[in-house]
């Protein structure tokens, strides 16, 4: 059962700030409320307000340009789905959304809502790692960057304070080809929690290759990036399997055990690259 709150629709991202300051911890950021309603239901949360940004014009940018991408807080992951644009700028992008959940939810679950709740398992985590993006952040005192590099900080935890309201979500401006994609266990076909989840993204043009984790630590992880030049795929797909190996401490928990993790994880991560290094196109 939900307990008592208070329910805010603000009419500026200003009015949301003002109300979330002077909230304090007790306020909190209301999206889509795909995760956070079910905490309040279960208890694991109990604010007394909730500000609702859904509605802000701010935080419904969707700019696809090579100069700029901007996913807007607020965008519901169907519409990062069906945007051509982000499809063809960032397969992987397009497939991490896809695989969230249900048509239905997709309609109210955001991408920045996935990332400030911080789930290790959270599937938009490892593609905007290896994109390098950052968050537009604004609270009461100003507006500032927060890459998703150093956005979580444990399982369920980020950099952010009360009071900060995400605006939107930057990816760097395209520097010739850049080939990107996303792979997820899960138990079953459907909606189903990642039981690993993995994101690449490589550039042959500059000969990098950068390569993100889930589901197999407290936080997403990104490992250090890759030079792809004069390696062969084969060789390079074991410097992958070290490193990953090597970043990662995966547990037992509802979904699998440790062990199963750490045997899938390598199969996961060579088909990933294959996607990438070789083209192939990716695929969920
Ligand atoms: C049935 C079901 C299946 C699911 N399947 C998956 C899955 O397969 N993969 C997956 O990764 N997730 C899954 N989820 C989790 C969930 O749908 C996503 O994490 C979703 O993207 C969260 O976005 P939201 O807009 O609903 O966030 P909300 O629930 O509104 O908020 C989540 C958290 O982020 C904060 N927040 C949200 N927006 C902002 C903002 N603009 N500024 C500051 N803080 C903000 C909130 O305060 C809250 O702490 C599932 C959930 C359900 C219920």
């Known amino acids: 059962m939900l307990g008592r709150f208070e329910y ?3 009419q500026s991202v200003d009015e949301a700030c003002r109300l979330l300051a002077e909230g304090g911890r007790a306020a909190a950021v209301l999206a ?4 956070l309603l079910v905490d309040l239901r279960n208890g694991f949360r109990s604010p007394s307000l909730l500000v609702d940004v859904k509605r ?12 700029e991408t901007v996913v807007g807080a607020a965008v519901p992951l169907n519409v990062v789905v069906e945007n051509r644009e982000l499809r063809k700028a960032y397969a992987g992008l397009s497939d991490a959304a896809l695989s969230i959940a249900t ?3 997709r309609n109210r679950a955001t991408v920045a809502g996935n990332l400030c709740n911080a789930s290790p398992a959270a599937d938009m985590a490892p593609i905007l790692l290896v ?8 609270n009461a005192k100003g507006t500032r960057a927060v890459p998703v590099a150093t956005l979580f900080t444990g399982a369920k935890r980020t950099c952010l304070v009360p009071g900060d309201v995400v605006i939107d979500v930057r990816m760097p401006p395209l520097d010739g080809e850049l080939r990107t994609a996303f792979r997820k266990q899960q138990r079953i076909r459907g909606h189903d929690l990642a039981v ?8 042959p043009s500059r000969a990098t290759l950068r390569v993100a984790v889930g589901s197999c ?3 997403p992880v990104l490992l250090e990036p890759f ?13 992958v399997l070290r490193a990953a190996a090597a970043a990662t401490a995966p547990i037992d928990d509802v979904r699998a055990s440790a062990a199963y993790r750490r045997a899938v994880l390598p199969v996961l991560l060579r088909r990933l690259l294959a996607d990438v290094v070789s083209g192939r196109g990716g695929g969920i």
């Open 8 to 10: 805010a629709r603000p």
């Open 103 to 105: 048509y239905q939810l």
């Open 32 to 35: 889509g409320g795909t995760d």
């Open 217 to 219: 630590a407290p936080t």
């Open 56 to 67: 802000l014009g701010e935080l419904q940018a969707l700019k696809t340009r090579s100069d």
């Open 196 to 203: 690993v989840n993995a994101a690449a993204a490589y550039a």
């Open 227 to 239: 030079d792809t030049k004069g390696t062969s795929p084969q060789a390079l797909a074991d410097e």
């Open 131 to 138: 994109l390098d993006a950052e968050l537009t952040v604004q």
